[in-house]
């Protein structure tokens, strides 16, 4: 195993689009986040899974984002009608204890024009 | 919420010499866990130290270590020895309750030959 693997690492999409991401967690690990983060900011907290239950979700989720982790493996975050303030990078990580190391991914570069 | 706090967005520092991140945190638990991560220019985020709150003891890692004042909530980190690999973005995070890893804006360190 790797490490954290997402994809795509770049998306351009044109405002109002829906874009999706896909994170691949280090196998054993059920604890799985998703992260936002713009430049010279730090990574903001999106939601988190365990296992394949959405336990929390930021208030900087709004309505047009869905994640979703079936079966408790890979991850999947959405994002309907795309806006400008949308452009971030999306960053996805996963632990194997609730207060140990997170794991990141490279991370996917969304830029929306 | 807890807030996370670097007051330094850039720091600069000489090959083989001594830097401190600064870092403090707000929160009303009495049981947390902190930790310092560091970004590399187009690179993942990596874990450099970990912290529990109910230690006294401050954890060492290598070259990094971190001065811990429970009372005056600040976690600053020590790099020892500065390497051009330590150059970086360095991000300090709390862990309460919850299950979001909190971030401060990251301070972001130059090594000079």
Known sequence: DTGVSQNPRHKITKRGQNVTFRCDP?????????????????????????NEAQLEKSRLLSDRFSAERPKGSFSTLEIQRTEQGDSAMYLCASSMTRTGELFFGEGSRLTVL | ???????????????????????????????YYLFWYKQPPSRQMILVIRQEAYKQQNATENRFSVNFQKAAKSF???????????????????RGSGYALNFGKGTSLLVTP
Not at chain 1, 28 to 50: A, I, K, M
Request: glycine residues 4%; proline residues 3%.
């Open chain 1, 26 to 50: 280090i196998s054993e690990h059920n604890r799985l986040y998703w992260y936002r983060q713009t430049l010279g900011q730090g990574p903001e907290f999106l939601t988190y899974f365990q």
């Open chain 2, 76 to 94: 600053s980190l020590k790099i020892s020895d500065s390497q051009l690999g330590d150059a970086a973005m360095y991000f300090c995070a709390y």
């Open chain 2, 1 to 31: 919420a807890q807030t996370v706090t670097q007051s330094q967005p850039e720091m600069s520092v000489q090959e083989a010499e001594t830097v401190t991140l600064s870092c403090t945190y707000d929160t009303s638990e009495s049981d």
